[in-house]
T-cell receptor
Framework: DTEVTQTPKHLVMGMTNKKSLKCEQH?????MYWYKQKAKKPPELMFV???????INESVPSRFSPECPNSSLLNLHLHALQPEDSALYLC?????????????FGNGTRLTVT | DQQVKQNSPSLSVQEGRISILNCDYT??????FLWYKKYPAEGPTFLIS?????DKNEDGRFTVFLNKSAKHLSLHIVPSQPGDSAVYFC???????????????FGKGTHLIIQP
């Protein structure tokens, strides 16, 4: 069982829908990440939150909106997505955003945009 | 039980020499392997990957070797440069034929220090 829980596991949404991906960890980690992975490609970093503050935004379009309500939760709000946004969205956490903090990944949300 | 192991927490290499970072895995179902590099206060960034159908992948100064029978992979950096000083994470993934995948399983990382 993964210690980083992502819900839902699968999501199908239309281009006009608004949906949210959720991520939760109870390991006391202070850094949380969103990654996007297309088929047969490595995961690409989207956002990094450190101590509940957004520290890195890798030039992600505004139709993806992250939110960190508290140190255990990380959301990714989706609005007006495009079919090319269909991918596996991975959440990760680490003890702190520094050296030798291994990443713990969730199992991802498989998103399909129709 | 750790499925991806990086047994060297740190490695010190002289500038200009070859850096070799090692990674072992236990799950024979893994079929995609990645190396990530992480600087302090930054998110991990992808470096290089290799599919289980290959035994070598090269990108500039970085080469990843995969030995499936030994369940071992290694990252070679040559020549090593001061900017290579970072923590390197090995990761493994199980890819599904339909294009989906399990989440990544990461090793604990190796701190590479390049000395001038």
């Amino acid at each position: 069982d993964t210690e980083v829980t992502q819900t839902p596991k699968h999501l199908v949404m239309g281009m006009t829908n608004k949906k949210s991906l959720k991520c939760e960890q109870h390991m006391g980690h202070r850094a949380m990440y969103w990654y996007k992975q297309k088929a047969k490609k490595p995961p690409e970093l989207m956002f990094v939150y450190s101590y509940e503050k957004l520290s890195i935004n890798e030039s992600v379009p505004s139709r993806f909106s992250p939110e960190c309500p508290n140190s255990s939760l990380l959301n990714l709000h989706l609005h007006a997505l495009q079919p090319e946004d269909s991918a596996l969205y991975l959440c990760a956490s680490s003890q702190e955003d520094s050296y030798n903090s291994p990443l713990h990944f969730g199992n991802g949300t498989r998103l399909t945009v129709t | 039980d750790q499925q991806v192991k990086q047994n060297s927490p740190s490695l010190s290499v002289q500038e200009g020499r070859i850096s070799i970072l090692n990674c072992d895995y236990t799950n024979s179902m893994f079929d995609y392997f990645l190396w990530y590099k992480k600087y302090p206060a930054e998110g991990p960034t992808f470096l290089i990957s290799i599919s289980s159908i290959k035994d070598k992948n090269e990108d500039g100064r970085f080469t990843v070797f995969l030995n499936k029978s030994a369940k071992h992979l290694s990252l070679h950096i040559v020549p090593s440069q001061p900017g290579d000083s970072a923590v390197y994470f090995c990761a493994a993934q199980l890819m599904y034929s339909g294009g989906g995948a399990d989440g990544l399983t990461f090793g604990k990382g190796t701190h590479l220090i390049i000395q001038p």
